[in-house]
T-cell receptor
């Protein structure tokens, strides 16, 4: 059973068009929800950790929020350089980060 | 300077060959991990190590072995490479100060097994 489901799989935005990415999780006893950005052929780059429902974190045009069942990554007025795959992950019952399949974001000028 | 480095960055090998992928880190982290990434399957954990004397299997350890030579070095070996081990391989590290911390990833090794 998938613990982490991300939607949509792909998203195309025009520059300046704000939107949100969704990460739903089904793990008991959440021990952190993690957001990463991955550029093609590169390693995932850590963005945020959220631990408690209601928690929010911001970095430049990105804002991550957390509820008891899902997390959202809000992208405000995106730029072409925000184009990447965004991954979310939670720890499983052990010490492995369980990743979703990601949302591939393309921002066009 | 990169905090987590991986060598080689690209490798093409033949079925049956033994190969080693190496990872070094300057973050001072105790915990190190090896993941592989396949299109459509996402990132999956192969092995992890919490210190030099601690090695643990992950979700997909069959066909792989690891060695933690020092706190800063963690190597992944494919004893007899097969084509379905063609993938992107990532090393990651995390601090051991708390049980469940963010992990920091290296740049990856693209491995092709012919």
């Amino acid at each position: 059973e998938d613990q982490v489901t991300q939607s949509p799989e792909a998203l195309r935005l025009q520059e300046g068009e704000s939107s949100s990415l969704n990460c739903s999780y089904t793990v008991s006893g959440l021990r952190g929800l993690f957001w990463y950005r991955q550029d093609p052929g590169k390693g995932p780059e850590f963005l945020f950790t959220l631990y408690s429902a209601g928690e929010e974190k911001e970095k430049e045009r990105l804002k991550a929020t957390l509820t008891k069942k899902e997390s959202f990554l809000h992208i405000t007025a995106p730029k072409p350089e925000d184009s990447a795959t965004y991954l979310c992950a939670v720890y499983d019952s052990g010490y492995a980060l369980n990743f979703g399949k990601g949302t591939s974001l393309l921002v066009t000028p | 300077d990169a905090d987590v480095t991986q060598t080689p960055r690209n490798r093409i090998t033949k079925t049956g060959k033994r190969i080693m992928l190496e990872c070094s880190q300057t973050k001072g982290h105790d915990r190190m991990y090896w993941y592989r990434q396949d299109p459509g399957l996402g990132l999956r954990l192969i092995y992890y190590s919490f210190d030099v004397k601690d090695i643990n299997k992950g979700e997909i350890s069959d066909g792989y072995s690891v060695s933690r030579q020092a706190q800063a070095k963690f190597s992944l070996s494919l004893e007899s490479a097969i084509p379905n081990q063609t993938a992107l391989y990532f090393c990651a590290t995390s601090s051991g100060r708390a049980s469940y911390n963010e992990q920091f990833f290296g740049p990856g090794t693209r491995l092709t097994v012919l």
